[in-house]
């Protein structure tokens, strides 16, 4: 009896994430767009990648999943270039770009 409970707990609870991180790297995507169109340079592939995962208190000091993804974009359309989005819960914390020649 507990093996079927701890069982369908773990089934919940890796259900739960996954929904949740369909959510979080919708926005990753959206912000990636967004800041790549506000650079003026051209967001590739239309996708990120998730890069890695840990916790992290946020400003009010409640524990959140940190999600970083990475992406690529270019300037001159001849070299791509990688950036990078910290996402904390459901909210942007950091967008990078790497250094890119202007065309």
């Known amino acids: 009896m507990i093996d079927n409970g701890l069982t369908i707990l773990l089934l919940l609870g890796l259900a739960w994430f996954w929904w949740d991180s369909r959510g979080v790297h919708e926005k990753a995507i959206a912000a990636a767009r967004h800041n790549c169109d506000r650079a003026g340079v051209t967001f590739l592939n239309d996708t990120v ?15 959140q999943l940190q999600r970083s993804y990475i992406f690529e974009f270019a300037s001159d359309m001849q070299q791509s270039y990688q950036g990078e989005i910290i996402m904390l819960g459901h909210q942007v914390n950091k967008i990078s770009l790497d250094a890119y020649r202007v065309g």
């Open 49 to 63: 990648a998730w890069s890695k995962i840990r916790l992290k208190r946020n400003r009010q000091g409640r524990v």
